[in-house]
Structures are given as structure tokens and as C-alpha cells.
Nanobody
Framework: QVQLVESGGGLVQPGGSLRLSCAAS????????MGWYRQAPGKQRELVAT???????DYADSVKGRFTISRDNAKNTVYLQMNSLKPEDTASYYC?????????WGQGTQVTVSS
């Protein structure tokens, strides 16, 4: 059974940085797209960033220039480097792996940006 395990969330002051990680355990074949989504209280889940197996990236306008997504295909792991964090970045962050036929979600990690 495949599980995605996230880590790296926490409390940070505005302007600070965090790095999220998400690793897959269990038998998983080719992962085409890896992504990060977030959901704030009372809001819908939204896309933050995605990265294809070849390394092409896409970002939400709200995080462009501040967040960087990367992946390690050998480790089935995706990362999200978050810099210049703002209070509006506060949310639960979820990773998603798409194999072309099945999508997997992590359990979520909380990011709180507050002074």
C-alpha cells in the first residue's frame, strides 16, 4: 500500500522560510506529476505548485518568486522550499503524486505564519 509522508511544517514568523518534504513509501511505479496543494480554514483546496518527471514546474501566482518545488525521482520525494512567508500562506499543505492512473495524497502538514 502506498503512503505519502509529509514533514517540515510548523510555526514561522512573517518573512521566514520553511522546507516541506513528501516521500512515498510502498510499491509505486512511475510518478509523472508531483504537486503541493494547500487548504486554509473555510476555503477550498488550491494548487500551490507542480513538477513533472522531466522537471517542468508550474506555480500559483500567489507564490511565484517565493516558493520553489523540486523532486528526487530516485527517492520518490518532492520538496517545497518556501521563502518570504506571509500570514496568508497559513494553511494545511498536502502533497499529491499522480502516476497516470492513480493519484495519492499525503495526510497534510500545517504551516502557520504569524508573529
Amino acid at each position: 500500500q502506498v503512503q505519502l509522508v509529509e514533514s517540515g511544517g510548523g510555526l514561522v514568523q512573517p518573512g521566514g522560510s520553511l522546507r516541506l518534504s513528501c516521500a512515498a513509501s510502498g510499491r509505486i511505479f512511475t510518478i509523472y506529476t508531483m504537486g503541493w496543494y494547500r487548504q486554509a480554514p473555510g476555503k477550498q483546496r488550491e494548487l500551490v505548485a507542480t513538477i513533472t518527471r522531466g522537471g517542468a514546474t508550474d506555480y500559483a501566482d500567489s507564490v511565484k518568486g517565493r516558493f520553489t518545488i523540486s523532486r528526487d525521482n530516485a527517492k520518490n520525494t518532492v520538496y517545497l522550499q518556501m521563502n518570504s512567508l506571509k500570514p496568508e500562506d497559513t494553511a494545511s499543505y498536502y502533497c499529491n503524486f499522480w502516476t497516470g492512473s492513480v493519484g495519492y495524497w499525503g495526510q497534510g502538514t500545517q504551516v502557520t505564519v504569524s508573529s
